[in-house]
């Protein structure tokens, strides 16, 4: 069902005027997504987000148990570690929360696997926020898939192609400047 990340159909959007406007707050659940099994480069996490616009918030919640050189590397990416004694799924729910009434703040990503975020989530779209999910399997829940805007799925061979991308791009403009012109065709035949 799911193709490599560079091939996904919801990974893309068309790319206009808004996009540079499109200010997006990335959130990680650490303790479950970054994890040996994924080995998860947040370089490209950002890579990949910058075609849906710019990324002003960057928030790794991590637990108690997480170490100093871990911590240091994610403050050395340039994303805010965020260590949390208690839940740190209900940390980041609080602050999902909280940045639905961030009125610069226009897409909310979450980077996570299981459905502890969505009334968070929920909340979020009836106030007219963008949802973004990054996650992995196993285990990325369907229930935060299907109310996402966008789902990004990372795979073990995680590769951002931005050729592939392009091209995939060019392929749907010409798609959809050929229905356009079939379109036009059959109203004018309709009224001859």
Do not use: C
């Not at 898939?145 to 966008?150: E, H, L, R, S």
């Amino acid at each position: 069902m799911w193709e490599k990340l560079s091939n996904l159909k919801k990974f893309y959007i068309k790319q206009d005027n808004k996009k540079r406007n499109n200010r997006m707050a990335l959130l990680i659940d650490g303790p479950n997504m970054l994890r040996k099994e994924f080995n998860i480069d947040l370089d490209k996490i950002r890579e990949v987000l910058d075609e849906f616009g710019s990324v002003v918030v960057g928030r790794v919640y991590l637990n108690q148990y997480a170490s100093d050189k871990l911590i240091e590397a994610i403050a050395n990416q340039g994303y805010e570690p965020k260590v949390s004694a208690g839940d740190v799924d209900v940390e980041m729910a609080v602050d999902g929360t909280e940045l639905i009434f961030n009125d610069t703040i226009d897409t909310i990503v979450y980077m996570t696997r299981d459905a502890d975020f969505l009334p968070a989530i929920r909340k979020a779209k009836e106030h007219g926020k963008n949802i973004i999910i990054i996650g992995a399997e196993p285990g990325f829940s369907t229930a935060i898939q299907n109310i996402a805007d966008y789902v990004i799925k990372i795979e073990d061979d995680f590769e951002f192609d931005k050729q592939k991308l392009e091209d995939e791009k060019r392929r749907r403009e010409e798609e959809f400047e050929a229905k356009k012109d079939k379109s036009k065709k059959s109203k004018i035949n309709w009224f001859k």
